[in-house]
């Protein structure tokens, strides 16, 4: 899969955005990759397009028809299968975890599974997004983009879910984490749902996951290394979490994964 991915160039945005892609006009069709979970909060934006959804698999392809299409994702458990039928224009955004309630407002009214199809969280959200797709200069669509980002954006500082995002990132039991931060198990579930969108437990196994990946690229440490280093209990804990997430062995995973790229695709 070919995409041109740009890094936010304000300063602002950056704290709370990785990135953006635009599909790479050399991309050839059909096609299809594999996309694993993530704890980015992804925004899709399809214009003259329709989306099937079938399980655990997507049909994209151009329409005939005026069709608008804003797909938001922010919690899978397994791999997605993406099935590019024929070329279409598509712009992403990924936020970081808790970045998206900067720009929306009571998020808790888009995490439910029709986001994935339709995600319009003011009036003029289409209006304004997909203008992007009238200009066709790709500096200026950024510059573009941007300029709306900023123009929606309310800073919300909210100190227990940052705290959170970096406990569950270490090595405490969920329970600890909740004594830390003086509060009980079951209020860290729910708040943690309400604005990340999945369980404190699901977005750790996750990030264990990418982290995993990271060392594979960047260190070449051994299965074993990695496994210890990601606090899992021992390589066949590490080997059985990987394989729920990707139906794949570690080896069976690398063996067809380019992991030099921003993003990791499975490629069929």
């Known amino acids: 899969m070919y995409v041109d991915f740009y890094k936010p160039q304000s300063e602002i945005l950056s704290q709370y955005i990785e990135g953006f892609y635009f599909m790479n006009k050399n991309q050839t069709y059909p ?3 594999f996309t694993f979970p993530n704890n980015f909060c992804i925004l899709s934006l399809m ?8 399980n655990n698999e997507f049909f994209i392809k151009k329409s005939k028809n005026r069709i608008q299409i804003s797909s938001l994702t922010y919690h899978y458990k397994k791999q997605l299968r993406i099935n590019y039928l024929g070329p279409i224009e598509e ?25 994935v199809e339709s995600f319009e ?19 200026l669509q950024i510059d573009y983009i941007e300029t709306l980002l900023l123009s929606i954006f309310k800073e919300k500082k909210d100190s227990l879910i940052e705290n959170l995002l970096i406990d569950i990132e270490g090595e405490l039991s969920i329970e600890k984490i909740a004594s830390k931060n003086g ?4 209020y860290l579930n729910q708040y943690f749902k309400l604005k990340i969108g999945k369980s404190p437990s699901e977005y750790r196994k996750i990030s264990r ?5 990271n060392l594979f690229s960047q260190q070449k440490k051994s299965f074993t290394e990695i496994s210890y280093d990601n606090l899992f209990f021992d390589q066949s804990h590490f080997n059985r979490d990987f394989k729920a997430i990707t139906n794949l062995t570690p080896k069976e995973f690398l063996a067809n994964t380019n992991l030099d790229q921003e993003n990791i695709w499975f490629i069929i």
């Open 31 to 33: 096609f299809q990759y």
């Open 47 to 54: 214009n003259n397009a329709t989306l099937e959804i079938q």
């Open 91 to 115: 712009f992403t955004i990924y936020f970081k975890p808790n970045a998206i309630n900067n720009f929306v407002e009571n998020m808790i009214d888009f995490y439910h599974p029709k986001s």
């Open 121 to 139: 969280p003011f009036d003029d959200f289409k209006k304004l997004f997909f203008n992007i797709f009238k200009i066709k200069d790709k500096t």
């Open 183 to 186: 509060i009980s198990r079951q």
């Open 209 to 213: 996951f990418r982290k995993s990946l």
